[in-house]
């Protein structure tokens, strides 16, 4: 049972290249996230997907886009990177059991474009 | 609206002290979930504690327990007997019901050092 992993862990993209982050739970929970963490801040939600093939927008959706193809991934791309959005990404998914919930977090993506 | 705050950017204790950690939260939301969760130098995002809104009882687990105070808006969380391993950055969390559907709000986050 790995819990929630990320991949990359680290990558370093010059503006107006793309990618996309890559997000696997195996912990069968319905509900996954997308968060950045800047410097000295909390963590911010982009995307949310409540279910397999919906997708919402949360706090910070612009200049990302995301993937909900099957129940274990939870894909975020970045069409083309600009340097506001170097920062640390995490992926979530969230449990609800006897009335307590909780989001487990991947390792964090560090992302720095240049 | 609905925000976290934690006014504590920093916080020093001894090894063995208790510590409590500051956060208040405000909502309009009869019902919510309060979370904290630690993040050592490492990176990770580490769950340590959750307080429902209609929980009666304060919620504790382990050396870790959770000072709900509703009237308040307070959800502090008290460390006992600290250890060298708590030095990390700690964050207060809310569970809230948006056009998102359910997410976590984080507030900034408080540094926790513990020296020998």
């Known amino acids: 049972n790995a819990g929630v992993t990320q991949t990359p862990k680290f990558q370093v993209l010059k503006t107006g290249q793309s990618m996309t982050l890559q997000c696997a739970q195996d912990m069968n929970h319905n509900s996954m996230y997308w968060y950045r963490q800047d410097p000295g801040m909390g963590l911010r939600l982009i995307y949310y997907?409540?279910?397999?093939?919906?997708?919402d927008k949360g706090e910070v959706p612009n200049g990302y886009n995301v993937s909900r193809l099957n129940k274990r991934e939870f894909s975020l791309r970045l069409e083309s990177a600009a340097p506001s959005q170097t920062s640390v990404y995490f992926c979530?998914?969230?449990?609800?059991?006897?009335?307590?919930?909780?989001?487990?977090f991947g390792p964090g993506t560090r992302l720095l474009v240049l | 609206a609905q925000k976290i705050t934690q006014t504590q950017p920093g916080m020093f204790v001894q090894e063995k002290e208790a510590v409590t950690l500051d956060c208040t939260y405000d909502t309009s939301d009869p019902s919510y979930g309060l979370f904290w969760y630690k993040q050592p130098s490492s990176g990770e995002m580490i769950f340590l504690i959750y307080q429902g809104s209609y929980d009666q009882q304060n919620a504790t687990e382990g050396r870790y327990s959770l000072n709900f105070q509703k009237a308040r808006k307070s959800a502090n969380l008290v460390i006992s007997a600290s250890q060298l391993g708590d030095s990390a950055m700690y964050f207060c969390?809310?569970?809230?019901?948006?056009?998102?559907?359910?997410?976590?709000?984080f507030g900034k986050g408080t540094t926790l050092s513990v020296s020998s």
């Open positions: 969390a809310m569970r809230v019901f948006n056009q998102a559907g359910t997410a976590l709000i």
């Open positions: 997907s409540a279910s397999e093939g919906t997708t």
């Open positions: 979530a998914s969230r449990r609800t059991s006897g009335g307590v919930e909780t989001q487990y």
